[in-house]
């Protein structure tokens, strides 16, 4: 048993794992968790069909009070395993997120995010984002990179959300009334949660009429992301992605339609 350093409250983050047994790094998640006494673990295991399981069991047992496994009977995609373990999450501590399994953004990351919450209190939600500039190590295949940032400029115009970066897999939440009520349904959509999120979010802010998504969601440049080899994304998938974009387009003014009348 490891002991945690009562630092703060925790925050809980969420790793989807689908058959991540090879190339899960453990060595760097218990390396932040021995760096970082207010990080906690939740590792969804979405239906692996390897030994995933077995491995995240193993971590668990060593880690009994830092980190929970949520299993999956069968594979339901990163988005609804991203929902499971964020209403678990969002049980336990005031602070929770997501992170992709591969580590393309170092775990070290987390604390400049988790400072942006602690700096503004407006902020809610931290999304990392994949800016390329000079003093900032980040190595994106050109191809991701330009289809990436197409995805990003049709999904702000036609939201009417200006994003720079959604699908980066570094996230960071406050518990609150918003998070709780953009989590309460699955999503409608597989590849692009992350999108239909701030949807969600821009619909329920717009019903409120108190603030904007602007104020509540903070974009934070990573210092350093780098493209790790076996991810399961395929060029092919952002043409899943740009129908996905149309399904959320509909659903966002569903979701606006079907908010009951504000009181006068």
Excluded at 36 to 51: E, H, I, K, T
Excluded at 170 to 190: D, N, Q
Aim: glycine residues 6%; positive net charge; proline residues 5%.
């Amino acid at each position: 048993m490891h002991d945690t350093d009562a630092q703060g409250e925790p925050l809980v983050l969420v790793v989807p794992c689908y058959n991540e047994a090879a190339r899960l790094n453990r060595a760097a998640f218990e390396a932040a968790l021995s760096s970082m006494p207010w990080l906690q673990l939740c590792f969804v295991n979405d239906g692996s069909r390897d030994d995933t399981g077995t491995l995240l069991e193993s971590i668990r047992q060593a880690w009994p009070d830092r980190v929970r496994v949520v299993s999956l009977a069968k594979n339901a995609g990163k988005a609804e395993a991203v929902r499971q373990g964020l209403l678990m999450a969002s049980t336990i501590s005031t602070t929770c997120g997501f992170w992709d399994a591969d580590l393309a953004t170092p775990l070290h990351e987390l604390v400049a995010l988790r400072e942006v919450l602690s700096r503004h209190p407006q902020v809610e939600w931290v999304w990392g984002i994949r800016l390329r500039a000079l003093g900032r190590q980040v190595e994106r295949r050109a191809l991701r990179h330009y289809l990436g940032r197409l995805f990003a400029t049709c999904s702000s115009v036609l939201l009417g959300i200006d994003s720079y970066d959604t699908q980066c897999g570094a996230k960071l939440f406050t518990v609150s009334p918003l998070l709780r009520a953009v989590i309460a349904e699955p999503f409608r959509s597989r590849w692009i949660f992350d999108v239909e999120m701030l949807a969600r979010a821009d619909a329920l802010l717009r019903y409120a009429g108190t603030r904007r998504i602007g104020t509540v969601v903070y974009e934070q440049p990573l210092a350093l992301w780098q493209h790790v080899a076996g991810s399961k994304v395929k060029p092919v998938d952002f043409v899943k992605a740009f129908r996905e974009l149309l399904v959320v387009r509909t659903q966002q003014t569903v979701w606006c339609r079907a908010l009951p009348a504000r009181p006068a």
